[in-house]
Nanobody, 126 residues
Protein backbone atom coordinates (compact mmCIF):
# COMPACT_ATOMS: atom_id res chain seq x y z
CA UNK A 1 0.00 0.00 0.00
CA UNK A 2 1.47 3.31 -1.07
CA UNK A 3 1.56 6.08 1.51
CA UNK A 4 2.83 9.64 1.37
CA UNK A 5 3.25 11.29 4.75
CA UNK A 6 3.94 15.00 5.00
CA UNK A 7 5.57 16.68 7.97
CA UNK A 8 6.98 20.05 8.91
CA UNK A 9 3.91 22.23 8.72
CA UNK A 10 2.87 24.61 11.47
CA UNK A 11 2.52 28.22 12.49
CA UNK A 12 5.21 30.68 11.42
CA UNK A 13 5.50 34.45 11.41
CA UNK A 14 5.70 36.41 8.16
CA UNK A 15 9.25 36.38 6.88
CA UNK A 16 9.98 33.08 8.56
CA UNK A 17 10.92 29.69 7.14
CA UNK A 18 9.63 26.14 7.21
CA UNK A 19 10.85 22.92 5.67
CA UNK A 20 8.25 20.43 4.56
CA UNK A 21 9.12 16.78 4.09
CA UNK A 22 7.27 13.96 2.42
CA UNK A 23 8.16 10.36 3.10
CA UNK A 24 6.90 7.77 0.64
CA UNK A 25 6.44 4.10 1.39
CA UNK A 26 5.01 1.11 -0.38
CA UNK A 27 7.00 1.56 -3.58
CA UNK A 28 9.95 3.46 -4.91
CA UNK A 29 9.38 6.78 -6.66
CA UNK A 30 12.98 7.15 -7.80
CA UNK A 31 11.88 7.31 -11.45
CA UNK A 32 8.78 9.45 -10.90
CA UNK A 33 8.12 13.15 -10.92
CA UNK A 34 7.22 14.33 -7.44
CA UNK A 35 5.98 17.63 -6.20
CA UNK A 36 3.98 19.82 -3.89
CA UNK A 37 0.55 21.34 -4.26
CA UNK A 38 -1.31 23.65 -1.96
CA UNK A 39 -4.91 24.56 -1.30
CA UNK A 40 -5.82 27.79 0.40
CA UNK A 41 -9.19 28.19 2.15
CA UNK A 42 -11.97 28.51 -0.40
CA UNK A 43 -9.67 27.93 -3.34
CA UNK A 44 -8.78 25.02 -5.56
CA UNK A 45 -5.68 22.89 -5.13
CA UNK A 46 -2.84 24.12 -7.33
CA UNK A 47 0.58 22.87 -8.25
CA UNK A 48 3.34 24.68 -6.43
CA UNK A 49 6.55 22.93 -7.30
CA UNK A 50 7.76 19.73 -8.93
CA UNK A 51 11.02 17.90 -9.47
CA UNK A 52 12.14 15.33 -12.01
CA UNK A 53 13.37 11.90 -10.99
CA UNK A 54 17.00 13.03 -11.31
CA UNK A 55 16.47 16.38 -9.65
CA UNK A 56 17.81 18.16 -12.72
CA UNK A 57 14.51 19.69 -13.75
CA UNK A 58 12.27 21.69 -11.47
CA UNK A 59 9.11 23.74 -11.71
CA UNK A 60 7.96 26.55 -9.44
CA UNK A 61 4.78 28.54 -9.54
CA UNK A 62 5.43 32.25 -10.06
CA UNK A 63 4.14 32.99 -6.57
CA UNK A 64 6.99 31.09 -4.90
CA UNK A 65 9.91 31.46 -7.30
CA UNK A 66 13.03 32.61 -5.48
CA UNK A 67 11.51 31.78 -2.06
CA UNK A 68 10.87 28.03 -2.17
CA UNK A 69 13.27 25.23 -3.09
CA UNK A 70 12.29 21.66 -3.85
CA UNK A 71 14.66 18.74 -3.43
CA UNK A 72 14.52 14.97 -3.28
CA UNK A 73 16.46 12.03 -1.91
CA UNK A 74 15.76 8.94 -3.99
CA UNK A 75 17.67 6.68 -1.60
CA UNK A 76 15.30 7.68 1.19
CA UNK A 77 12.22 8.01 -1.04
CA UNK A 78 11.64 11.53 0.20
CA UNK A 79 10.92 14.96 -1.23
CA UNK A 80 11.33 18.25 0.58
CA UNK A 81 10.20 21.84 0.20
CA UNK A 82 12.26 24.57 1.82
CA UNK A 83 10.08 27.63 2.24
CA UNK A 84 11.68 30.98 3.01
CA UNK A 85 10.37 34.52 3.30
CA UNK A 86 6.91 33.23 4.02
CA UNK A 87 3.93 35.51 3.49
CA UNK A 88 0.41 35.43 4.86
CA UNK A 89 -0.82 34.40 1.42
CA UNK A 90 1.23 31.21 1.72
CA UNK A 91 -1.23 29.99 4.33
CA UNK A 92 -2.70 26.75 3.00
CA UNK A 93 -2.77 23.01 3.29
CA UNK A 94 0.27 21.63 1.49
CA UNK A 95 0.03 18.28 -0.26
CA UNK A 96 2.77 15.96 -1.41
CA UNK A 97 2.20 14.41 -4.83
CA UNK A 98 3.95 11.44 -6.39
CA UNK A 99 4.02 10.29 -9.99
CA UNK A 100 2.83 13.52 -11.58
CA UNK A 101 1.85 12.63 -15.13
CA UNK A 102 2.98 14.50 -18.24
CA UNK A 103 4.32 17.49 -16.33
CA UNK A 104 5.44 20.43 -18.42
CA UNK A 105 8.22 22.19 -16.56
CA UNK A 106 7.68 25.39 -18.51
CA UNK A 107 4.22 26.13 -17.18
CA UNK A 108 3.41 23.42 -14.63
CA UNK A 109 0.66 21.80 -16.64
CA UNK A 110 0.11 18.09 -16.02
CA UNK A 111 -2.40 15.39 -16.81
CA UNK A 112 -2.81 13.74 -13.43
CA UNK A 113 -1.34 12.61 -10.13
CA UNK A 114 -1.17 8.98 -9.06
CA UNK A 115 -0.68 9.43 -5.32
CA UNK A 116 -1.46 12.13 -2.76
CA UNK A 117 -0.51 12.71 0.81
CA UNK A 118 -3.13 13.80 3.33
CA UNK A 119 -1.67 17.28 3.63
CA UNK A 120 -0.03 19.43 6.26
CA UNK A 121 -1.27 22.84 7.32
CA UNK A 122 1.00 25.86 7.03
CA UNK A 123 -0.21 29.02 8.72
CA UNK A 124 1.70 32.26 8.26
CA UNK A 125 0.54 34.81 10.78
CA UNK A 126 1.87 37.21 13.35
Amino acid sequence: QVQLVESGGGLVQPGGSLRLSCAASGRSFSTSVMGWFRQAPGKERKILSAISWSGEATYYADSVKGRFTISRDNAKNTVHLQMNSLKSEDTAVYYCAADIKALTYFDGSYSGVSYWGKGTLVTVSS
